[in-house]
């Protein structure tokens, strides 16, 4: 059975928290139950045990961060123990440092030798007083060199550590066996909120390291350009209240203008496929699927869960799909699989009263769609009256290494005729 190791639960993640361990050491586990809950920089995890057995060894406590690879507990068989890898290695620092321990003797005995006065030279000179040589605790330590490198690396005290080479000297193996000994550093917590009148410096969680890293890396190399469109709202207004005089079914959730928005933007790729795309070096590469990410606020930042093959799916579907995977989002419940990837994304603030904006692009996709809200403006009708309307606000941000301004100007086309007539969505 294999020692169970840091697992890579994002593709940004490098290190992880241990939040809760399921199980405790000596319980029986089965493939495929849940383990433990991890903390990555993206989300908070279930984690499955890979294996059958027993928890046999847990190296790492709740509160422990690791580095993605690092070993956190052992899986072992019937009668299977953890592997005792401190005997080997001291048995084997052991074997290597008993040479040098003679090595080490024989010299210091010539050089005492050497250095002894005759007899005649101890009667002419008169006897001094031997030098007082001030040690420190570590300096007393025995420890082989590599001892005193891993002890610094590690900020191990070596005047702390027991040995267990020749002598009592201290080996590596101690050093190492003293450093994970140490009370695992708890995850840092999100501060509360900073009141009125007082400064803070706030730390980074690992969520906003990352939205700091990829805006950099969108901005900087990604070339943006913006494309702006107002469509007529009154029809979704409708379409909206029809399905909630019909009832929308009984056990079915209302579907939402966001949704009727999902749905046409991925309708409208569907229609335009060149700009279900992203740039790679020397090519474009132009997919086949449109896995649709949805921007969703979460306390630290921002997650983007993904739809997949949202081509195929149904507007009901999609409804249901987004407001699970949204929910799941804000509570930090999600599989790695699920918000990795996306061939463009859906940012929509008009919930939260935004009339328009522009959004930032999440490489390597080529463009994100940012919604406005639904506002009532003056228009004028086709009989030349001056009307009340109701007019929303779309964004395209678009990567020009991969969609140019005709090619984006003929997607929101696509994308106003479909939600102007909403009735297409249902089709």
């Known amino acids: 059975m294999p020692e169970i190791q840091m697992p890579k639960l994002s593709d940004t993640m490098t290190e992880g928290t241990l939040v809760a361990w399921k199980k405790k050491k000596g319980d029986q586990v089965s493939a495929g139950e849940v383990l433990a809950e991890i903390e990555t920089d993206k989300a908070t995890m279930e984690w499955e045990s890979p294996e059958d057995g027993t928890l046999t060894e847990i190296y790492v406590q709740e509160g422990g961060k690791v580095n993605v690879g690092d070993k956190i507990a052992f899986i072992g068989g019937e009668g299977e123990e953890a592997p005792k890898e401190q005997e080997k290695e001291k048995a084997k620092e052991e074997k290597e440092e008993k040479p040098k321990a003679k090595e080490e003797e024989k010299k210091e005995e010539k050089e005492e030798k050497k250095a002894a006065p005759s007899k005649a030279e101890k009667k002419a000179e008169p006897e001094r007083p031997a030098p007082t040589v001030e040690k420190t605790e570590e300096a007393r330590v025995k420890a082989s060199p590599v001892a005193r490198r891993i002890a610094a690396e590690l900020g191990v005290d070596l005047s702390t550590v027991k040995g267990t080479g020749p002598e009592g000297r201290v080996t590596e193996t101690d050093v190492r066996a003293a450093a994970k000994s140490k009370p695992a550093i708890p995850a840092p917590k999100v501060p509360a909120a900073v009141k009125a009148g007082e400064s803070a410096r706030i730390q980074l969680s690992g969520m906003r390291r990352i939205i700091a890293q990829r805006l950099v890396e969108s901005l900087g190399p990604v070339p943006h350009f913006y494309l702006n469109i107002d ?197």
Do not use: W
């Open 231 to 427: 469509i007529n709202a009154a029809p979704l207004m409708e379409a909206r209240e029809e399905l909630k005089s019909a009832g929308e079914g009984a056990d079915a959730a209302k579907i939402t203008v966001n949704d009727f928005v999902l749905k046409a933007a991925v309708q409208a790729a569907a229609k335009v496929p060149r700009v279900n795309a992203s740039f790679d070096g020397d090519a474009i590469v132009q997919y086949a699927d449109i896995d649709l990410g949805i921007a969703v606020a979460v306390e630290e930042g921002l997650l983007t869960p993904v739809i997949r093959a949202a081509q195929d799916k149904s507007l009901r579907e999609i409804s249901e799909l987004a407001k699970d995977l949204a929910r799941r989002a804000r509570n930090k419940r999600m599989k790695p699989e699920e918000f990795q990837g996306g061939t463009f994304t859906v940012s929509n603030l008009g919930g939260m009263g935004i009339d328009s904006f522009s959004a930032v692009i999440n490489p390597p996709q080529g463009f994100i769609l940012a919604v406005g809200k639904i506002t009532k403006v003056p228009v004028v009708d086709d009989g030349d009256q001056i009307i009340v309307g109701h007019r929303m606000s779309l964004t395209m941000s678009c990567d020009h290494r991969v969609i140019d301004g005709a090619l984006g100007a003929e997607y929101l086309k696509e994308l106003r005729h479909l939600l102007e007539n909403p009735a297409l969505l249902l089709l």
